[in-house]
């Protein structure tokens, strides 16, 4: 199949590239490589397979309304895999204009390539942020998501709404993904694992939020990737017996869905980072401070529908995930 993935030099992005080629998919990737944070991580990311001859690389921005217009009309996508976004909750409080930019306006972009070009499936990035003030857990996509506590959670709820209008009047199959905290090897230098990790390295503090009386449902990469390509190949179909009285909002009588992707079971922040203390073999300097705004207290993902839908089974545990993670950081930065 010919996929485009946006957001290819990214954590998720190019993981996502490199199954994709590795299973003899045609891929063209999209990226702008914007400076949010180190670019020379995203090179190396593409380096990997930058060369494949299966793999085509465009410098672009999803915002440019033209440029990716030309993609779309240059290239016959069967499967559409929509990853690029501005990223980071903290980050959309002081910038919330790149969010508007980037996350709406460029998502805006990549829906009307798909319904213009026929695309036969769009798999796009959603987030457990939406969850927002939700305090019953495990979150399940049958749950209100109308109360997010970051811009950032507030425009990936948006997207989940352009996209359902766009299934619901062109027929366009879409599913959203909501991804929880994912972590493993080229991660993200904005998310915990990895500055944890660069600063119990480095003999440096690292802050812990909420006194570290939180919970996060990490998600090893390659459990994320094969979640993300099992959902690319189970296209939604209409159902006109779906009705909002009584159905699921994850589901319509429109070609849509939407799924939580984590590992389904939450672990303190504490136990996550005794854990890379372990693998590193130093004890953190920790500084404990409180809850920092657009945080949540808990993210733990019910993951039976995509289980249903898809098959899929997250498999890798924390000890091993984390050993890796740690592993590539001494690989690339020592």
Wanted: hydrophobic share 35%.
């Amino acid at each position: 199949m010919h996929y485009l993935v946006t957001g290819a030099a990214g954590f998720i992005g190019a993981a996502t590239c490199q199954r994709l080629l590795d299973s003899g998919h045609n891929v063209v990737g999209i990226d702008n490589l914007n400076d949010y944070y180190d670019v020379n991580l995203k090179l190396a990311r593409l380096a990997q397979f930058e060369e494949h001859a299966n793999f085509t690389f465009i410098k672009g921005d999803i915002g440019d309304r033209e440029k990716i217009k030309g993609v779309f009309e240059h290239h016959q996508f069967d499967r559409v895999i929509h990853l690029a976004a501005q990223a980071g909750v903290r980050y959309s409080i002081e910038n919330p204009e790149a969010y508007a930019d980037t996350n709406l306006v460029g998502h805006l972009n990549i829906l009307e390539g798909c319904r213009n070009t026929g695309v036969g499936h769009l798999v796009y990035a959603s987030s457990s942020s939406v969850y927002g003030l939700n305090e019953k857990t495990p979150f399940s996509t049958t749950d209100s998501v109308d109360h997010p506590v970051s811009f950032y959670a507030a425009t990936k709820k948006a997207n989940e709404l352009m996209a359902h209008s766009y299934s619901h009047l062109y027929k366009l199959p879409t599913t959203g993904l909501r991804f929880f905290t994912v972590y493993g090897p080229w991660g993200r230098p904005d998310m915990a694992p990895f500055i944890f990790t660069k600063k119990i390295s480095n003999g440096e503090t690292i802050d812990v939020n909420n006194n570290g009386d939180m919970w996060r449902d990490f998600t090893y990469i390659d459990d994320i990737v094969e979640g993300i390509i099992k959902s690319a190949e189970v296209v939604p179909k209409s159902n006109l017996d779906w009705r909002v009285e009584t159905g699921s909002p994850a589901s319509s009588s429109a070609p849509f869905a939407i799924y939580n992707i984590g590992h389904g079971s939450p672990i303190n922040l504490m136990d996550f980072i005794k854990t890379i203390e372990n693998e590193l073999g130093i004890e953190a300097k920790k500084n404990f401070r409180e809850m920092q705004a657009g945080d949540v207290y808990k993210t733990f993902a019910d993951t039976e529908s995509l289980f249903q839908a898809t098959g899929y089974k997250p498999k890798v545990g924390l000890n091993e995930g984390i050993t890796k993670m740690v592993q590539w950081y001494k690989s690339f930065y020592y």
